[in-house]
């Protein structure tokens, strides 16, 4: 029996029995982890409410044998909050809903309990906190959040040079099959044509180049949007769930 202690993103809770909820999280060094917090939905329970979707936390995990995933669920046993992110998301319609799909997001790609996803879970942890301070549109830093995860994933979408045969940009096609952008050389069926603001956004939004982000007018932001959407439904082989009630 052992004890492990790592930093994490609540991704989601699940009840379990009258009074206990399983609680999976992204956590920095052990990745995705799912655990057994007992007596978390005791209404006198302090412990619960630091375990809730969006919370940054610093977590004991108590686990039988020697490895944090083994044949049954750790416990968590001790939780202690680093920061409270959902208290600027929940209250607000269009962060709360950006927020959900970055979690959900997150523990897709995180598909494999106890793999380290380092930059998976920075990502995230930079993604809440810039969202939870109203800093940007929430639907920009949704959009600047899943193009980063695709890249940090080996999917990293071009917006200027061709995604086939790396013409130099500006190019006019785009494909998610093929990669992003391609020439007119290499348009394959299905292409569509998006307005050239709507690609300089989204390549501001993977470079975090926040200024021209900003600037960018709703229609292209918009356009833009359903680029990232189709992109990522092509890679994930399924949408998220969460995606269709994000604000727009």
């Excluded at 549109?137 to 959009?143: M, R, T």
């Excluded at 995860?149 to 494909?175: I, T």
Aim: proline content about 4%; aromatic content about 8%; hydrophobic content about 40%.
């Amino acid at each position: 029996m052992s004890l492990f202690r790592d930093d994490g993103i609540v991704l989601r809770t699940q009840k379990l029995g009258e009074a206990d909820r399983i609680i999976t999280l992204l956590t920095r060094n052990h990745g995705r982890v799912r655990a057994v917090a007992r007596g978390v939905r005791r209404t006198k329970s302090k412990f619960g409410a630091r375990l809730e979707p969006f919370s940054h936390v610093d977590v004991q995990f108590f686990a039988r044998g020697g490895e944090l995933i083994g044949r049954g669920l750790p416990l968590c046993t001790q939780s202690e909050t680093i920061a409270p992110y959902g208290g600027g998301i929940v209250a607000d319609y269009a962060r709360y809903t950006a927020g959900t799909a970055m979690l959900e997001t997150a523990e897709r790609f995180t598909d494999h309990e106890g793999e380290p996803a380092v930059q998976q879970y920075l990502l995230l942890v930079g993604g809440l906190r810039t969202l939870a301070s109203g800093e940007h549109e929430p639907h920009l830093i949704l959009d600047a959040f899943l193009l980063r995860s695709l890249a940090v994933n080996g999917y990293a979408p071009s917006f200027d040079d061709c995604a086939k045969c790396g013409m130099p940009g500006p190019n006019r096609f785009f494909s998610v099959g093929a990669g992003g952008v391609i020439c007119g050389e290499c348009r394959v069926p299905g292409s569509v044509v998006p307005s050239a603001e709507s690609l300089t956004l989204l390549g501001a939004l993977l470079t975090g180049d926040w200024e021209t982000a900003d600037a960018c007018e709703l229609r292209h932001a918009r356009e833009g949007s359903g680029l990232v959407a189709a992109y990522l439904h092509w890679h994930l082989e399924r949408g998220l769930r969460s995606l269709r009630y994000v604000e727009k």
